[in-house]
C-alpha cells in the first residue's frame, strides 16, 4: 500500500514539474488560462469576504439590541417585498397601523420590562450659517438608548416630563455635532429642525456600523414632539420590546401576540394583523437576502473558470502534440493509458491551481483593502470560499484537460515513435 501511495506521489510530481515546464515554455498561452482562472476565484473571494462582512456587522447591530429584544410592526414579510401599489401585492395594508395606546398596552404586560416607540424621517437641520439638507431624525420613547444602545457622551437624554408636553429637545450623535459646530460644544445650542428652534440636550455616541447609520448625522427627539413637526410617512411605527429577566424570549412574544389580538378583536380563525419579528429572524431573514448573492458568486466566476478551461484544451492539446514521441517511448515501456491519462490530468489541474492561488491572493487583497477603507464593513475571507475555490478550480483543470489526456492516451505508440 505505501509503495503505490510513494508511485502516485512520485507521478503527481512529475505531472507538476512538466505543467511548470509548459508555463514557461508557453508563457502566453498559459498565463491567458491562469488569468481566466485567476479572476474567477478572485469574483468567488470577494464576494464572499463581503458577504461575510455584512453578516458580522448585522449581527453585530442585532447583539447590541440585546439577544431578548423584539419587535412589534405593522408589516414584515421576511424579505424583499415587490410591489406596483396594488392591494394584492401590498398585504401592509390590510394591517392597521401601530399607535402609542398599542405600545401602552404591551408595556403593562407582566412579561415586560420596557418599549419603546420608533419612527422616522429625513429632514433640514441647521445652525447658524451651516445648513444640512437631509438629517436622519428619530422620534423615540425616552427609554430609547436603553433599547438601541450606545451611550451619552455629554448632557442628558429627554426626560418623562419633557416627552409627555413635547418639548423642543434634540439628543444629536457626534457626526451631527461635528457637522453643526465642530470643536464647539454642543449642549445648550439651539438648532433648527423643519424650521422649528430645539434646544440640544444631549450627544449621543455608538460605534458604527453598516447598519445603524451611526456613521452618518442624526438625532433623536421625544415621539411627541416628533409627531407634531416632523415630516413623514406615517403609519410606520414599530415598537422594541425588552422582556423582564425572568420571562424568556418566547413566552414575552407570545403575551405581547395575545394581548394585541384581544385588543384588536381578532377571532381564533383569524391570522395576526401585525408582526412580532425577533432578532433572530430579522438575521436569519438578511442571511437569506445575502445568500442569493452566492448565485451571483456563481454565475460570475463560472464565466472565468470557463475561459481558464477553454485554455487549458488549447495549452494542453499543444502539449499533447509536442511530447507526441515522449508518449509512444512510455507506451512502448509499457506505460498503461490510465497513468498516461493521470499525468496529463495533473498537469492540467497544477495550471488551475496555479491560477486559483493568483486569484485568491487577489481576492484577498481587495478583501484586506475593502475592510481597511470601510471599516463599517468586516470583509473576512471565509474557508468555504476558499474550498470551493480551489475545488471548483481542480474540477476546471480535471475537465476540461480530460479530452486532450484521454487523445494523448489513445495515440498508437508506432505512430507515436515515427511522429517528426
Known amino acids: 500500500m505505501s509503495n503505490r501511495f510513494l508511485m502516485s506521489l512520485s507521478r503527481i510530481g512529475e505531472g507538476v514539474t512538466i505543467a511548470l515546464d509548459s508555463l514557461r515554455g508557453n508563457k502566453v498561452r498559459a498565463g491567458l488560462t ?28 442585532i447583539e447590541n439590541l440585546g439577544p431578548k429584544t423584539f419587535f412589534v410592526m405593522r408589516y414584515w414579510s421576511g424579505g424583499l417585498n415587490i410591489s406596483d401599489g396594488s392591494d394584492e401585492l401590498s398585504p401592509w395594508r390590510r394591517n392597521p397601523s401601530l399607535t402609542s ?42 427609554s430609547w438608548i436603553r433599547v438601541n444602545g450606545g451611550e451619552l457622551k455629554q448632557g442628558r437624554n429627554f426626560t418623562e416630563m419633557e416627552y409627555a408636553s413635547g418639548a423642543l429637545v434634540a439628543v444629536i450623535n457626534d457626526k451631527l455635532a461635528e457637522s453643526l459646530f465642530p470643536h464647539l460644544d454642543p449642549i445648550g445650542r439651539t438648532i433648527k429642525i423643519w424650521g422649528m428652534p430645539f434646544q440640544v440636550i444631549g450627544l449621543h455616541v455608538e460605534a458604527a456600523s453598516l447598519f445603524n447609520n451611526a456613521s452618518q448625522p442624526r438625532l433623536a427627539m ?6 407634531k ?25 407570545d403575551e405581547v401576540t395575545t394581548a394585541m389580538r384581544i385588543d384588536r378583536g381578532l377571532k381564533p380563525n383569524q391570522e395576526n394583523n401585525f408582526s412580532v419579528v425577533g432578532s433572530d429572524k430579522f438575521l436569519e431573514s438578511f442571511q437569506s437576502f445575502t445568500a442569493g448573492f452566492f448565485y451571483v458568486m456563481l454565475a460570475l466566476s463560472s464565466v472565468g473558470l ?54 485568491m491572493t487577489l481576492g484577498a487583497t481587495i478583501a484586506w483593502t475593502i475592510r481597511t477603507l470601510v471599516p463599517t464593513l468586516p470583509a473576512q475571507v471565509p474557508m468555504s470560499s476558499v474550498v470551493s475555490s480551489v475545488v471548483a478550480s481542480i474540477l476546471t483543470g480535471v475537465l476540461f484537460g480530460l479530452y486532450p489526456a484521454n487523445k494523448a492516451s489513445k495515440l498508437d505508440p508506432v505512430e507515436a515513435l515515427r511522429y517528426e
Not at 45 to 60: D, Q
Open 222 to 227: 421625544p415621539h411627541t414632539t416628533f409627531e
Open 229 to 253: 413637526v416632523a415630516d413623514y410617512w406615517k403609519g410606520w411605527m414599530d415598537i422594541a420590546v425588552i422582556p423582564t429577566e425572568a420571562a424568556t424570549m418566547p413566552e414575552a412574544e
Open 306 to 359: 470557463m475561459v481558464g478551461g477553454v485554455g487549458v484544451i488549447a495549452i494542453m492539446m499543444i502539449s499533447v502534440t509536442e511530447r507526441t514521441r515522449e508518449i509512444g517511448v512510455r507506451k512502448a515501456l509499457g506505460a498503461t493509458r490510465r497513468e498516461i491519462m493521470f499525468q496529463f490530468l495533473v498537469e492540467a489541474a497544477t495550471l488551475t491551481l496555479i491560477g486559483c492561488v493568483v486569484g
Open 34 to 61: 491562469i488569468l481566466g482562472v485567476a479572476i474567477g476565484v478572485m469574483v468567488v473571494i470577494v464576494i464572499g469576504s463581503a458577504i461575510t462582512g455584512i453578516n458580522k456587522s448585522a449581527s453585530a447591530v
Open 101 to 142: 395606546q398599542d405600545a401602552e398596552l404591551i408595556r403593562s404586560l407582566p412579561a415586560i420590562s420596557d418599549v419603546n416607540i420608533g419612527e422616522y424621517s429625513n429632514g433640514p437641520v441647521s445652525y447658524q450659517g451651516t445648513n444640512l439638507s437631509s438629517v436622519n431624525v428619530a422620534g423615540f420613547s425616552p
